[in-house]
T-cell receptor, first 112, second 116 residues
Framework: QQQVKQSPQSLIVQKGGISIINCAYE??????FPWYQQFPGKGPALLIA?????SEKKEGRFTISFNKSAKQFSLHIMDSQPGDSATYFC???????????FGTGTRLTIIP | KAGVTQTPRYLIKTRGQQVTLSCSPI?????VSWYQQTPGQGLQFLFE???????NKGNFPGRFSGRQFSNSRSEMNVSTLELGDSALYLC???????????????FGEGSRLTVL
């Protein structure tokens, strides 16, 4: 049973545009929602994370929007740049547990 | 500060063999987790060790095992390899104690295993 559903599978965005990736979760016990960025040949790296006590968190050009009632969260990348081209994974965990349940990933391509 | 180091980076095995992968966490990190990454299944949790004890385990068969040493270094072993075990095996460490959990995992670059 996939507990974190991520969409779209792939995304192409013009340079300077907004990239939006969505995730939905099923387990209401999840209380930590990170986004990881992975470049080819590298391991995933934490980009930004949110806990359910806030509805939005912004770090530079990256924003997480969180909707607890809908059990959804999304990543917005403003002013997308070619260097943002990577695979993005949403994830969730519960109770301070180190086990992360990952979404299936979104391959983002920023074109000039 | 050195990152998470995984060895070997690439290896090729044949069906039925076994393999051992090694992970050195970031200095001071006591939690080590292992994940399997495949194109079809994405990133799947294998197990997590903290202070030499397995704290969490994913839904993988008993052929997959691991351990952690007193210096927090960890190894994972896969016995009786199957073609479907071909994957990128990622190790992640975190600054985790029994009472405080930052929730952030730092991943290594992985060990790419090919089973022929």
């Amino acid at each position: 049973q996939q507990q974190v559903k991520q969409s779209p599978q792939s995304l192409i965005v013009q340079k300077g545009g907004i990239s939006i990736i969505n995730c939905a979760y099923e387990n209401t016990a999840f209380d930590y929602f990170p986004w990881y960025q992975q470049f080819p040949g590298k391991g995933p790296a934490l980009l930004i994370a949110i806990r359910p006590d806030v509805s939005e968190k912004k770090e530079g050009r990256f924003t997480i929007s969180f909707n607890k009632s809908a059990k959804q969260f999304s990543l917005h990348i403003m002013d997308s740049q070619p260097g943002d081209s990577a695979t993005y994974f949403c994830a969730a965990s519960k109770g301070g547990n180190e086990k992360l349940t990952f979404g299936t990933g979104t391959r983002l391509t920023i074109i000039p | 500060k050195a990152g998470v180091t995984q060895t070997p980076r690439y290896l090729i095995k044949t069906r039925g063999q076994q393999v051992t992968l090694s992970c050195s966490p970031i200095s001071g990190h006591r939690s080590v987790s292992w994940y399997q990454q495949t194109p079809g299944q994405g990133l799947q949790f294998l197990f997590e060790y903290f202070s030499e004890t397995q704290r969490n385990k994913g839904n993988f068969p008993g052929r997959f095992s691991g351990r952690q040493f007193s210096n927090s270094r960890s190894e994972m072993n896969v016995s009786t390899l199957e073609l479907g075990d071909s994957a990128l095996y990622l190790c992640a460490s975190s600054l985790s104690s029994t009472s405080v959990n930052t929730g952030e995992l730092f991943f290594g670059e992985g060990s790419r295993l090919t089973v022929l």
